[in-house]
């Protein structure tokens, strides 16, 4: 008997009824694993689509004005430490 022809019997012989049950289990785990993937793609779809027009490039490369008045996050920052 070949090496090949005696790999062959010992992949027989590993098809046993828990190695079948396992493999059902892996199958059933990828397809609720992408059923569960599917609303936080939607979700991101849906606020990459609808806040996308709103974004601007000014926002993300300038500074705001210092005449910011208020409570803003931006003048706390200006704020000293002690």
Request: hydrophobic residues 35%; charged residues 25%; positive net charge.
């Given at each position: 008997m070949s090496h090949f022809a005696e790999l062959m019997d010992r992949?027989?012989?590993?098809?046993?009824?828990?190695?079948?049950?396992?493999?059902?289990?892996?199958?059933?785990?990828?397809?609720?694993?992408?059923?569960?993937?599917?609303?936080?793609?939607w979700i991101i779809g849906y606020v990459v689509l609808k806040g996308g027009t709103n974004l601007n490039l000014d926002f993300f490369i300038h500074c705001p004005p210092d005449r910011i008045s208020g409570g803003a996050c931006f003048s706390a920052s200006k704020a000293p430490w002690w």
């Open positions: 992949n027989r012989i590993s098809n046993s009824p828990s190695r079948k049950v396992a493999t059902r289990h892996a199958c059933v785990d990828r397809i609720v694993d992408c059923l569960s993937a599917c609303p936080l793609f």
